[in-house]
C-alpha cells in the first residue's frame, strides 16, 4: 500500500527500495511560487543509517507501507552473539544480534518489557521506553557546597552507559534517564 504526502509525518515507518525506515523530521514548505513539498529525513531501522528524500506534495510518493509487526518482550540477558529475549505470549526466548541493538544496549536491564520490532517475520530493532531508572556505579564523589545549580559530572551506569549528572549525585543512586536524549531526568526516590 502506498503512503501519501499528507500521511507523512514524524515517527511514520515507512518503506523504500525495500528497506524499512522510520521518519525523523519531517519538514512541508509551500513556497509563494512552485508546488508544495514534503523534505524527509529518515532512519534506517536495520543499519541506522539517514537518508533524505524530498517529495512533491500531492504527487506519487514511491513509498510504501512496511511489514512491520511489534511483539512485546521481556530482556532476559546477554551473551557473545546478542541479546535475549523473552516473548511476553509464547515465552519463547528470542535471540537479537548485537548490530540490530546498536545503542539501546546502554538503557537495556534485565526485567526491563519493551517492544521488539520485526520486518517481515524477523526481529530488527527495540522501541525502548521513554525513561528508564539506572543506578550509578561509578562517578567521582561529590564536594561541600555542590548545590542543584552547580555544574555536571560523568556517572557511568550499570549498564555501561555515561551519563553527564549533577555535582551532587553520589555512587549507588538510581537515577531516571531519557532513552530519547541519554540525559539525565531526576533521582529516583
Known sequence: MEIQTTDFRKNLKVEIDGKPYVVIKCDFTNPGKGSAFYKLKMKNLESGGTLERTYKSGVSTGVMKPDLENMEVEYMYSDMDGFNFMDQKTYETIHVS??????AANYLQEGIKLDLLYYKGRPISVELPNFVELKVVETDPGLKGDTAQGGLKKAV???GLQVN???????????RIDTRTGEYVERVK
Do not use: Q, S, Y
Not at 165 to 175: A, D, Y
Open 98 to 103: 548485537k548490530e540490530n541493538i546498536g545503542d
Open 157 to 159: 551506569m550499570d549498564t
Open 165 to 175: 549528572v549533577p555535582l551532587f549525585i553520589k555512587e549507588e543512586e538510581l537515577l
